[in-house]
Every structure is written in C-alpha cells, then in structure tokens.
Antibody, heavy 118, light 108 residues
C-alpha cells in the first residue's frame, strides 16, 4: 500500500536550518509529483512547495521562497525539504503529499512537527 | 498572491444539508479540490476536479461550480462529518497551489 513517512522534525532555534525527509513506498515514486504542505498549530493548511515527478520543475510559496529548497532522490524514493533561516512562523506540522494528476492530493504522510523557538 | 476564500464556520443539525463555498478568480480555469480533516489526522480528499467523488467517499458528498465559486454540499449530514474542510486549487497559470482558510463544520 502507498505510504509516505516524514522525518526530521524537531525543535530548532530561529535562524538555523533543518532538513525534512519523506520516504515513499508502495507506488512508482518517479511517476508522481510531490508537495510539502504545512499546518501551524490550530491553523489551516498552507501549500509550501512542489516538485515535478522528474525533478525538473520546482515551485515555492512566497512565504518560503529563497529560504526553503525542495529536492528528491528517485533512486531512494525520498523527497526532501531543506529549510534555512527558520523563523517562528515556520512552526508547523509538515506533510508530504502525493499529487495524482487531476485527482488532487490522494495520499498524505502523518506529518512531522517543526518547532522554531529559542 | 492568489487566494481562495471560504467561510470560517458552518453549523447544521443532523440530517440537514451543509453547503460550504469557496471563491476565487481562477476557479473557472483551475480545478478545485475539497479535503476533510478530522482532529489530529491528515486531510482526506472528498471531491476532486470540482465535482468528482473518490471511491470510498459517501454519496452525500457532492461538489458544484458556478462562475468563480465552488461549493461542497453534504446532504443528510451525520455526526461523523464534523471536521474542518479545505478548498484547494491553483492560480491561473496552474503553477502555485493554494488552500482556502478552512471551514469548520459543526453538527449541532
């Protein structure tokens, strides 16, 4: 069955960096575009970043552009999110999600919590 | 940046019909999706491509579109439908995704 498992979250000081990983299984990883979506405590969902199935196209929300970098390793079935210059408003649960063309985000990970605090 | 707008809350009694709207200028051009999120869990898609229902989603969930507004309708609301619902789409270029602010559905 399809599984997405995020890891790498934790408590980090403002201005520092963190790298999230999303390990995928149960489907042909290299055939799907993937996204990161986050949710601050008690708040709504916020789209963060997109990477196309082949790794060529990447797009970012304005709130993270220039600070976050999305990447993937199709040989390891893993998606990454490198987060630099972290701020307090980056505190959130970060979800990895698969986009099935025209079907939306059909599978989500369980999320990993990132807390930015001194 | 592009935004889609939902009401923050909707309340209905069991058995009634709940309607949640989502407005955005690009909705006539870009598909909308609806996600249900229950407390502490990851979202689940309940409507895709404006009006389509995934397998396994009850028939009481339906979607419609009129101009720049899409609507999620839940007919015969049940207590288990109490959740947050999010509209999701993209800007006119299809590049940047966006979520609405979410609507909390309360079943009275």
């Amino acid at each position: 069955q399809v599984q997405l498992v995020e890891s790498g979250g934790g408590v980090v000081q403002p201005g520092r960096s963190l790298r999230l990983s999303c390990a995928a299984s149960g489907f042909t990883f290299s055939s799907y575009s993937l996204h990161w979506v986050r949710q601050a405590p008690g708040k709504g969902l916020e789209w963060v970043a997109f990477m196309s199935y082949d790794g060529i196209n990447k797009y970012y929300a304005d709130s993270v552009k220039g600070r976050f970098t999305i990447s993937r390793d199709n040989s390891k079935n893993t998606l990454y999110l490198q987060m630099n210059s972290l701020r307090g408003d980056d505190t959130a649960v970060y979800y990895c999600t698969r986009e099935a063309r025209d079907y939306g985000y059909d599978f989500w990970g369980q999320g990993t919590l990132v807390t930015v605090s001194s | 940046s592009y935004e889609v707008t939902q009401p923050p809350s909707v309340s209905v009694s069991p058995g009634q019909t709940a309607r949640i709207t989502c407005s955005g200028d690009a909705l006539p051009k870009q598909y909308a999706y609806w996600y249900q999120q229950k407390s502490g869990l990851a979202p689940v898609v309940v409507i895709y491509k404006d009006t389509e229902r995934p397998s396994g989603i009850p028939e009481r969930f339906s979607g419609s579109i009129s101009g720049t507004t899409v609507t999620l309708t839940i007919s015969g609301v049940q207590a288990e439908d109490e959740a947050d619902y999010y509209c999701q789409s993209a800007d006119s270029s299809g590049t940047y995704r966006v979520f609405g602010g979410g609507t909390k559905l309360t079943v009275l």
